[in-house]
């Protein structure tokens, strides 16, 4: 019974912001941490900008999970984030998905024709893959022209949702978020990662999370090979493949 009492007063709870694509695989990976029964993970998902917006507000997150490496590098810079804590946990990647279509050209053939009205990407403002979407759009020379197509979700999350739903015709979202298990049918373009700058994935440690127990072993557990044999198989790319 005094073992049994140790152990939940050295439990702790880390609450960790992530950017929607990760949100599949991160309860995948907190399911996997909390197995040990030692700390428990809260998630809290949006895009990148926001989230980096929450936490220069004061939002209560340990861990920081973004989908691009700008905001937490930005963190560690205002000293919101502990010097030294940033890693690439993943590498990002794009797709174009047309649901229900069965076409033969190239995406670029099909996002030009004139009956696609609706295009769904995320805001390249505030989401690492939204500005990844545009970049790929400028680079086959067709974001000017589509401007008055294109439907901006809050996040990529929101993006994946206007395209299943049928709100939007097509669209660019995370290869993560069309696995290969559970295939959806229609028209893929996994995008050429030369039409687009690297998606790094970085997470850092949160100035409140210092002295956290659970934040600094879930942050180690994501360098494990477990959890890279998880993030791998969802979909991501690791950096030691680069």
Do not use: C
């Amino acid at each position: 019974m005094l073992l049994a009492v140790s152990v939940s007063a050295a439990a702790e709870t880390v609450h960790v912001a992530v950017a929607s694509n990760f949100t599949g695989a991160l309860r995948l990976l907190a399911q996997s941490f909390e197995k040990s029964g030692a700390h428990q993970v809260r998630i809290s998902a949006a895009s990148t900008g926001k989230l980096y917006a929450q936490i220069r507000h004061g939002a209560p997150y340990d861990l920081f999970l973004a989908a691009d490496r700008a905001r937490p590098e930005r963190l560690e810079q205002e000293g919101l984030a502990v010097a030294g804590s940033r890693f690439t946990y993943a590498l990002g990647r794009l797709v174009f998905w047309a649901p229900g279509r069965e076409f033969e050209g190239a995406a670029n053939v099909l996002l030009a024709r004139p009956d696609v009205r609706r295009i769904a990407i995320a805001n390249p403002r505030t989401a690492p893959y939204g500005l990844a979407a545009r970049q790929t759009l400028e680079a086959i020379g067709l974001w000017q022209r589509l401007q008055g197509r294109l439907v901006r979700g809050e996040n990529i999350g929101q993006t994946f949702q206007f395209i299943a739903s049928g709100a939007a015709q097509m669209g660019f979202v995370a290869l993560a978020q069309l696995p290969e298990e559970s295939p959806r049918p229609g028209y893929r373009w996994l995008v050429q990662p030369e039409f687009y700058r690297p998606i790094r994935q970085q997470a850092v440690l949160l100035r409140r999370g210092a002295d956290n127990a659970a934040a600094a072993a879930f942050l180690a557990y994501l360098r494990s090979g477990e959890a890279r044999r998880l993030i791998a198989g969802q979909g991501y790319g690791l950096e030691d493949d680069e």
